[in-house]
């Protein structure tokens, strides 16, 4: 094994804290001349050429493609699908008469992903994948790659690989929109720069996170996570990380379902994880957080400075609105580590999963 863990206890935290020299490593990689995108001209053309974009992808990946979807959608102006690579291909949905499928797989050897690239390529339609494998299986097979630059992620449970790939979702997005002729209001290699500093600041808070772990997680047999928007697909990112690796039965949800079911297992002391980095929905999440509060929930709000209130358990810097999850996700992701150091768990290597996943 050449990697080596260096001075870390596991691997999750050495590639926690690798995240802010992965984001200026893909900002170093994507920077052309002139303030310029750095994109193979071919990956250009498929994405003007695609009437829809399908993403396929599984687990971690899957939720970046979530957010993937709100960036090309909001910048490129293109109608983008998200999929679970498992199901699409059993139930394949209708397909636009101009397609473009693009993968994203952190290792580029999931099987299941692999599958549906398999029946899209002999439909004849043009994939593009997205990973940090260059050479891997989905990359070969695939028309176009894009590298993730995360470095080799050892731990089962993605990290970096995730803040990558949505790194590199919003800078195809930029590019996309960019080439469209729309005008933009954004930077991504400057933003993205902001977003490496505060991940940076995050990752200097670990005795914060390991506090959250404690006070809400030490003996907790479940614990949810609410969001709205964006907020919610990094809230099922959340609840994926802490089930991995502490074996705490999660769920995430959008904040406006709770009244719809979930509600009826709070109970006092449940662990409610709330996501609020989103001005169009600070309002109503925080009434959501009202709602389990008052039904005896151990409520921990996760808030973006401009939007914090009081009794906010932790605020993360100021980012742009697209970018949030990258650094959102951070104190998710060390809650989920030191939860599961607690617990006494293998963190690296949790039980019945494996890093890639290479049988259907
Ligand atoms: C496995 C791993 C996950 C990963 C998923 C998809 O389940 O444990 O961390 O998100 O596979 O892997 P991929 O390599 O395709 O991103």
Do not use: W
């Not at 679970?84 to 952190?106: D, G, T």
């Not at 080799?152 to 080439?179: H, N």
């Not at 390991?210 to 809400?216: L, P, Q, T, V």
């Not at 614990?223 to 089930?243: N, Q």
Request: net charge negative.
């Amino acid at each position: 094994d050449d990697i080596e863990k260096g001075t870390y206890p596991h691997f999750m935290l050495k590639e926690i804290d690798e995240q802010p020299f992965v984001i200026r490593k893909i900002i170093q990689e994507y920077q052309g001349d002139n303030d310029d995108i750095k994109l193979e001209s071919d990956i250009r053309q498929a994405m003007l050429d695609a009437d829809r974009v399908y993403i396929i992808a599984c687990g971690t990946s899957y939720h970046a493609g979530l957010v993937g979807k709100q960036m090309i959608e909001k910048l490129a102006k293109i109608p983008v699908e998200v999929h679970v690579a498992s199901e699409f291909s059993y139930n394949m949905p209708l397909l636009s008469e101009k397609p473009l499928f693009i993968f994203i797989s952190q290792s580029g050897e999931t099987a299941d992903s692999r599958a549906v690239l398999v029946q899209v390529k002999e439909m004849g339609y043009p994939a593009l994948t997205i990973t940090n494998v260059p050479g891997s299986t989905l990359s070969r097979e695939a028309d176009y790659t894009l590298h993730l630059h995360a470095g080799p992620e050892i731990a089962v449970a993605s990290t970096k690989a995730y803040t990558a790939q949505m790194a590199v979702l919003a800078i195809l997005a930029v590019d996309t929109a960019r080439a469209k002729g729309y005008e933009l209001d954004f930077d991504p290699m400057k933003e993205l720069a902001i977003v490496a500093n505060a991940i940076e600041a995050l990752c200097d808070q670990k005795d914060v996170m390991e506090g959250i772990a404690k006070d809400y997680l030490s003996t907790t047999r479940n614990c949810f996570f609410i969001g709205r928007g964006i907020d919610y697909y990094v809230g099922l990112e959340g609840a994926l990380k802490l089930k991995e690796i502490s074996y705490i039965q999660t769920e995430g949800f959008p904040g406006g379902e709770l009244k719809h079911g979930t509600i009826a297992l709070i109970e006092e002391g449940t662990p409610v994880i709330a996501l609020a980095t989103q001005e169009n929905v600070n309002y109503p999440i925080r009434s959501n957080v009202q709602e389990v509060v008052s039904r005896g929930a151990n409520a921990c709000i996760i808030s973006m400075k401009g939007l914090d209130q009081t009794d906010d358990t932790l605020v993360v810097p100021e980012v742009h609105d697209l970018l949030t999850p990258l650094v959102s996700v951070i104190p998710l992701q060390l809650i989920a580590y030191y939860a599961a150091l607690h617990r006494d768990c293998d963190v690296d290597k949790p039980r019945n999963l494996a890093k890639s996943v290479t049988v259907e």
